[in-house]
């Protein structure tokens, strides 16, 4: 019986799409057959991020309208075994989304796959109400600054009172906090906010700290999620966090200056 | 005709006075035999029965029974003695055409032949001392509402009749309400109104004052107006002599 986790914000551009992909393919490399959805109706970007925009021929409200089979429009990802992608549609708008078709539509995957990624877009309309209201797990994607830690909030409430869960009375959707874009010199400097003051206005478990990294973009523009990135730190980063999902025990990474010795100092090499 | 109404109608809309029809119960004051000496003794003692009920009641004369050829029947003093009782005579019906038309000359209303109405006219009671009210029964004790999860962004909660506490922080965004006390075992930092429904006794406590607005039965003070000294710190918030104290704990 597959679980729904759902990547939402309330902000927007803080790193929902970026860590959708890296988390799915994460839990793909693991062996779990996963699959990620891009709720982002109009303004999909997911299958860029994924790497396959020139495979698009049925789309998610193809699916919701009967026009396409569920298998007709789900792709499966060239570079990793178990890993699947339902992209959106980019000529419609949020309007396309109807409650019945999105929960018929994950009913059907749940019964094939063990995890569905939901990439939320940013707000709290219809889009994002509908990416989170089937959600057993909720990411809470977070930049470690006031106005994303204030919209995280706000998705917060709106996960305790309009999840299906919450409308049910049934066991609450978990919630994971995941800060991307951390730079620990700012934070040293006091221009970001630390690890400790988000995590004590948001009160939410720590899944896991991403650092700012130039890989990302990289990685955005050659249409690979950043996880496959080895090297980078952000791609390290996205790992551990999975690890941590699947109940791991995984010490926090990234989020102190690493003590730079003079060698690399000398070379200034970068994450 | 449809711009012609509606000229009537802006013109009713924009006019200083409206006539309206209304109905007004009215007493009666059948005038038998105006010369009798106990006349107005007489109708002194049955005011004085009930003298709120008769003070400034406005009466019709009815001068139907009148004897024929009441010689020298003076409207004006007559009045004016029923005035002195504390009734005001404002019109009149019946009587002989000499009655009728001098009634009119100082300025009583002639009145159509109405219905006849029962008047119930309250008598006071033997002993005019007024019992003191039962005093109100002692209010029920009402528990407090707990709420035990941070107050997300968005959210607000209203305890009604009763205080509110809360054992988790107040987000920034968030607004906890109260007829009673607020007690927040946390960080305030949103608004907490205390006392919306009018008690000034009401108080706000909290771990840490971060809050956009406080208030206190609708005086509120905002962030920027909380002294430096009192600013994340744990704090008593109350009302006194109209004004709004904020005091370390």
Redesign the interface.
């Known amino acids: 019986m597959g679980k729904i986790i759902v990547m939402t914000s309330g902000k927007g551009g803080v790193g929902k799409t970026t860590s959708s992909a890296a988390f799915a393919t994460g839990l793909a490399l693991r062996g779990f057959k996963t699959v990620v959805i891009d709720f982002d109706v109009g303004l999909r970007n997911l299958d860029l991020v994924m790497g396959c925009e020139r495979r698009v021929v049925f789309d998610f409200i193809n699916v919701i309208n009967g026009e396409a089979k569920l298998n007709q429009a789900l792709i499966k990802d060239k570079r990793v075994e178990n890993l699947y992608i339902l992209p959106t549609s980019q000529t419609r708008d949020k309007d396309a989304l109807t409650k019945d078709g999105v929960e018929r539509i994950l009913n059907e995957l749940c019964k094939d796959f063990d995890y569905i990624v939901c990439d939320s877009p940013a707000g709290i309309e219809r889009g994002a109400l509908m990416s989170l209201y089937f959600a057993d797990h909720a990411i809470i994607v977070t930049n470690p600054e006031v106005s994303s830690v204030r919209d995280s909030d706000r998705i917060l409430g709106v996960l305790n009172s309009k999840s299906r869960r919450a409308e049910r009375g049934e066991e609450p959707v978990t919630q994971h906090l995941l800060l991307t874009r951390y730079d620990p010199e700012r934070v040293e400097k006091g221009e970001m906010l630390k690890v400790d003051d988000v995590l004590e206005i948001l009160a939410i478990p720590l899944l896991g700290v991403i650092p700012e990294s130039q890989a990302v973009l990289r990685a955005s523009n050659i249409g690979m999620p950043v996880i496959l990135d080895e090297a980078s730190n952000a791609g390290q980063a996205y790992l551990d966090a999975v690890g941590r999902f699947l109940g791991e025990d995984v010490e926090h990474r990234f989020i102190s200056v690493p003590k730079k010795g003079l060698f690399s100092r000398l070379l200034r090499r970068s994450a | 005709m449809v711009a012609v109404s509606s000229a009537n109608q802006v013109a009713e809309r924009d006019a200083p006075f409206q006539f309206r029809g209304n109905s007004f119960t009215m007493m009666v004051l059948k005038v038998v035999d105006p010369a009798s000496p106990n006349f107005f003794s007489l109708l002194g003692s049955k005011v004085r029965q009930a003298p709120n009920f008769f003070r400034h009641a406005p009466v019709v004369l009815d001068f139907d029974e009148l004897p024929e050829g009441a010689a020298g029947f003076d409207i004006t003093a007559f009045a004016l003695k029923v005035r002195e009782q504390n009734l005001l005579p404002i019109g009149f019906v019946g009587g002989p055409r000499a009655v009728q038309e001098a009634a009119l000359a100082i300025g009583l209303v002639p009145m159509p032949a109405g219905r006849a109405a029962r008047l119930d006219v309250v008598r006071a009671p033997e002993n005019t001392a007024v019992a003191p009210p039962a005093p109100p029964p002692e209010p029920a004790y009402r528990p407090a509402l707990v709420v035990n999860?941070?107050v997300?962004?968005?959210?607000q909660i209203y305890a009604e009749k009763c205080d509110l506490i809360i054992t988790?922080?107040v987000?920034?965004?968030?607004e906890v309400l109260a007829d009673g006390n607020i007690h927040i075992y946390g960080a305030l930092?949103g608004r907490a109104l205390a006392g919306i429904s009018g008690d000034a006794g009401a108080r706000i406590f909290c771990q840490s004052l971060e809050a956009e607005l406080v208030s206190i039965c609708g005086l509120y003070r905002v962030s920027e107006d909380m002294d430096e000294s009192v600013v994340k710190k744990p704090v008593q918030i109350r009302l006194s002599e109209g004004y709004l104290h904020i005091q370390p704990l």
Not at chain 2, 152 to 155: A, D, F, K, N
């Open positions: 999860e941070p997300r962004s968005g959210t988790a922080a987000s920034h965004g968030a930092r």
